[in-house]
């Protein structure tokens, strides 16, 4: 065989190689589940950190108030030198009675899924999950009385129909009822955000700030009631029933943030 023959032997087969090794390619792409983070797009992130977000408010004990906050989508991050992306970030607030916030950590250490393979700190102060799907999820103590449970994607490719995370809820008013009892002279509506809870409807929280307001802390007191949770110089923290509770946080300048969870 000469070699120019053989040459063109070679060459035809490394062409047919590559067109091989270009249809197991698109063959893989259309048919293999997802290995890495930057395959998996950010509507799919969203509903895990939804679920994570609900498993928080799932373990809210009887003297426990979560407040789940509008997961944030931020664009711009970068998946590859050349890729642009967008990171999902859902943040639960839990007010725990007054010295309860380590023995929420430690429960919602031991209460998550096993495939969560939550870690609780040697100092008992946080604790460190994964959700699957590359969704990492963290808990810390913030101040006495409030843990902060946040669960976030990393940059994923973005996803137009996650835009709108944010359903509309008859309970978007009673934020501002509860501000006027407190003597609100002006009131801002805040956001609604919700969380899917283990089991059961979506837990809601609804937010509205108010204008105006004498000494927010003694006056929520007088509607607390037995059900308060959390007396502190940082929130007042009470329940309405079994299902529903109360966070007032004072403002500067007369001012007072009010959210009102509906839990699992």
Request: aromatic share 6%; proline share 6%; with cysteine.
């Amino acid at each position: 065989m000469t070699t120019s023959r053989r040459r063109a032997w070679m060459v035809g087969g490394l062409v047919a190689w590559a067109l091989v090794l270009g249809l197991l390619a698109v063959r893989s792409h259309r048919t293999d589940p997802p290995t890495v983070r930057e395959q998996r797009d950010l509507a799919a992130a969203v509903a895990v950190v939804n679920e994570a977000m609900g498993r928080t408010v799932g373990l809210a004990g009887q003297y426990t108030v979560p407040v789940i906050m509008p997961i944030a989508i931020e664009k711009g991050c970068r998946i590859t030198p050349f890729r642009d992306g967008a990171t999902a970030t859902g943040i639960v607030r839990v007010f725990t009675e007054d010295g309860g916030s380590r023995s929420f950590l430690e429960r919602f250490a031991y209460s998550l899924p096993r495939s969560y393979q939550a870690v609780l700190s040697a100092d008992g102060n946080s604790v460190r999950a994964d959700a699957g799907e590359f969704v990492a999820v963290r808990a810390k103590l913030i101040v006495p009385g409030e843990v902060q449970v946040t669960a976030t994607s990393g940059c994923r490719p973005d996803a137009d129909e996650v835009d709108n995370v944010l359903p509309d809820s008859p309970r978007s008013e009673e934020p501002a009822a509860v501000l006027r009892q407190l003597g609100a002279s002006q009131i801002e509506q805040g956001s609604i955000a919700f969380a899917q809870c283990p089991f059961g409807n979506p837990a809601t929280t609804a937010g509205a700030l108010g204008h105006g307001v004498a000494e927010p802390l003694a006056a929520a007191r007088k509607i607390g009631g037995s059900g308060e949770i959390l007396d502190g110089k940082q929130a007042y923290v009470y329940r309405r029933g079994e299902t529903e509770g109360v966070v007032v946080l004072p403002r500067a300048d007369g001012e007072a943030q009010v959210y009102v969870s509906q839990l699992c």
